[in-house]
């Protein structure tokens, strides 16, 4: 029952869709479809930039807390407890490299960006001739 649903649906979903396209141009179906595509893009850049300031953010976080964490005592005639060598240097490796990966995954975020960006221009391009050629 719900393929037969399914299907019913997508059929006429599918007419609708034809039924509009019959009184469209090929420009303006041209630019219906990249301005859909710019929206992915948009869409797509956005979410991006959001990515990138978090990742940054993470990374500035990781880049700023002091490189060894020693326990303070909680009361004041207690010492302060010598740290383990060998735990410090593993807190600083894995600090080390988790700013190591934030900075890798900032550089592929800014490479997708630019992409989404070269792709947007190109897209502004052409709707920009297509409705030049509308206008002659």
Do not use: C, H
């Amino acid at each position: 029952m719900r393929t037969i649903l399914f299907l019913l649906a997508l059929t006429f979903s599918l007419m609708a869709w034809a039924d509009e396209d019959k009184g469209t141009t090929d420009t303006e179906k041209q630019s219906r479809q990249l301005e859909k595509a710019l929206a992915r893009i948009q869409q797509e850049s956005q979410s991006i930039q959001q990515q990138f300031m978090m990742i940054q953010e993470l990374r500035r976080n990781d880049i700023a807390e002091p490189p060894m964490n020693i326990p303070l005592p909680s009361t004041p005639g207690q010492s302060i407890p010598v740290p383990n060598y060998n735990n410090l240097m593993q807190q600083k490796q894995e600090r080390d490299q988790r700013i190591e990966k934030y900075t890798a995954d900032l550089n592929r975020l800014y490479a997708r960006f630019t992409e989404l960006e070269n792709e947007k221009q190109d897209i502004l391009e052409q709707i920009k001739s297509l409705e030049q050629k509308r206008e002659e």
